[in-house]
């Protein structure tokens, strides 16, 4: 899918009210003089009058016209946090304002959209927290974080009568391989002093373990909102025993990543894209509703289902998230969402951050804004 154009540019829409401004002055320090007698003053009585100065004052407020550049852009196309960037760029006219000739691609989930990369089809694309992994082996480079997920949860069936992770002992647990869904029990078993050994792990793919819960077919299941609602809803009566926000200093974040030829070779363009992105954030940190109607509107999936994920998706203005960078909080939230990975083999070591995560272009990005 290609970027929709959106008709007339917001910088010209500037220029004209600018000029309109200039002229409205105009006519205010006119008011008392006769219509057929042109205002002076003593200074410039005698000069001719610069009839261009009003235009030539609105153009020199106006942004450089810039020169188009081409991305190819992945996108999750069932999450509020993929589709929605791209149907507020889409809706707000920013790939045009900004001059991205972007072919967009949407996807089912984040390792699919490293491997694309990997064979050089996708330059830019977004990722959940389940597979931040990949560029902390190095397969990728974050280019800013995108949201924090508190919707990892952990449900026991009602007739377990499990009242904590220790009474999953032996027991079936539903659980999504390589995803956030294995990251919260990863999580919660370890700080229970336990193992994937010590319970008996059915891998499923993620709308298999709703299902395998409600029909009883699993003991518990660690799975992510909106599958996590869908349980609860479906059997009420079941039991969280952990979810992430148990986890305050682990932060499961979702990110925006590119291909790390790119990083050299698109510079450039991702900063471009960066400062679209910035735009996309604040428009949706300060309007949920229509970022999930507009998200709604390009993939086809219920609004209720989008505003079910982003009630559970923190979003941070622009502005913090540049403060964030700046003080190493972001590199701390990785850090630690690194150890997680280890502790279920995705990774062998926590690397450093600031080897995969670049912060730099994002501030380059906000000073370019348009």
Not at 9 to 18: G, K, Q, Y
Not at 74 to 79: C, L, M, N
Request: with cysteine.
């Amino acid at each position: 899918m290609n970027r929709r154009p959106r008709g007339i540019r917001r910088t010209a829409a500037i220029a004209v009210a600018l000029a309109v401004t200039v002229a409205a002055c105009g006519s205010d320090d006119d008011a008392d003089e006769p219509a057929d007698e042109p205002a002076t003053t003593e200074t410039d009585a005698d000069e001719p009058a610069d009839e261009g100065a009003s235009s030539t004052s609105a153009a020199a407020e106006e942004p450089a016209e810039l020169e188009e550049v081409k991305l190819n852009i992945g996108y999750i196309d069932t999450s509020i946090n993929g589709v929605g960037v791209i149907a507020i760029a889409n809706e707000l006219g920013l790939w045009d304002e900004y001059a991205i000739d972007a072919n967009l691609i949407p996807f089912t989930n984040g390792p699919t959209q490293i491997q694309a990369m990997q064979s050089g089809e996708l330059d830019i694309g977004y990722i959940g927290g389940g597979a931040v992994w990949l560029p902390a082996s190095g397969q990728a480079t974050v280019i800013t974080p995108s949201e924090a997920s508190i919707g990892e949860r952990v449900i026991a069936a009602a007739d377990l009568n499990a009242t904590s992770m220790e009474d999953l002992r032996g027991k079936k647990v539903g659980v999504p391989e390589g995803g956030s869904g294995e990251m919260i029990l990863a999580l919660a078993l370890d700080s229970a002093g336990m193992t994937m050994d010590d319970i008996e792990p059915i891998v499923l793919d993620p709308p298999s373990i709703v299902s395998a819960f409600v029909s009883g077919s699993v003991d518990a299941a660690a799975i992510f909102s909106p599958l996590s609602d869908q349980i609860l809803e479906s059997a009420p009566d079941s039991t969280i025993l952990a979810q992430n926000t148990d986890y305050e200093d682990t932060v499961f974040l979702g990110a925006w990543v590119a291909n790390n030829d790119a990083m050299t070779e698109k510079r450039d363009e991702i900063v471009r894209f960066l400062s679209l992105y910035a735009d996309v954030n604040d428009f949706r940190v300060g309007d949920v509703e229509a970022t999930v109607q507009y998200a709604s509107d390009e993939s086809g999936v219920p609004p209720e289902q989008l505003a079910g994920q982003a009630s559970v998706s923190q979003w941070w203005p622009t502005e913090e998230i540049l403060a964030n960078n700046a003080d190493g909080t972001t590199f701390t939230w990785f850090e630690g969402l690194e150890q997680v990975f280890v502790t279920t083999g995705r990774l062998e070591q926590v690397n450093p951050a600031a080897d995969w995560v670049n912060t730099e272009l994002l501030a380059e990005a906000a000073e370019l804004r348009r």
